[in-house]
């Protein structure tokens, strides 16, 4: 059970028009913006991040590869309502089934490049704790991609670590929609194999 109840999308208006654009992208209508609807302002300020950080179609990363980073971050911080929605927007968003399905062996598993390797060791360790990505992994991170890139990176693992925060902090409840789509595909949530 939620911490704070979220608002209904009537309540939520000075932030309804952003959270209709997320629901149009998602298929559903996110629990956690319409908690954060009790402060509108922060709700449309984490909406903009998201559609500048993961939702722009204009990013320098890859679609999907942001969408792995997201959710080894989230996987790392342990956040369930996070780590859920992005094995969704993942899938819903290019990522592979074999990858997501090997997201913890990343490392060693040879669905993953040499780049998505270098991009998702930074996200897990940043995930956790922004000081333990070590040089060597932003220098690994510098073989594959430009500043550009890495800064577009360390924003998909910062947006994460503030979602991560709120909604484990919130315990924010997991839309049916979303529900539903990690019945059909057998997810089994934050916790390393």
């Known amino acids: 059970m939620p911490h704070v109840a979220p608002l209904n999308l009537d309540e939520s208006a000075e932030a309804r028009e952003q959270i209709a654009w997320l629901a149009s992208a998602t298929g559903f209508v996110a629990n956690s913006m319409l908690t954060l609807s009790h402060r509108p302002e922060i709700a449309k300020a984490v ?24 959710h080894v971050t989230s996987l790392s911080n342990g956040c369930s309502y996070c780590s859920a929605h992005t094995f969704k927007n993942g899938a819903d968003n290019g990522v592979a089934q074999e990858k997501l399905d090997a997201i913890w062996a990343f490392e060693t598993s040879p669905v993953f490049s040499d780049a998505e390797r270098a991009a998702l060791r930074v996200a897990q360790t940043g995930g956790q704790c922004p000081s333990y990505a070590e040089p060597e992994d932003i220098a690994a991170l510098r073989e594959h991609f430009t500043e550009e890139q ?34 059909e595909h057998n997810y089994k949530g934050p916790t390393k194999e």
């Open 47 to 70: 909406l903009g991040l998201i559609r500048a950080v993961v939702r722009n179609p204009d990013g320098k990363v890859p679609q999907d590869l942001r969408w792995m980073i997201a």
């Open 150 to 183: 890495i800064v577009e990176i360390g924003a998909v693992i910062a947006l994460f670590g503030f979602n991560n925060r709120w909604n484990a902090l919130m315990q924010t409840d997991i839309e049916p929609e979303v529900n539903a789509f990690l019945v």
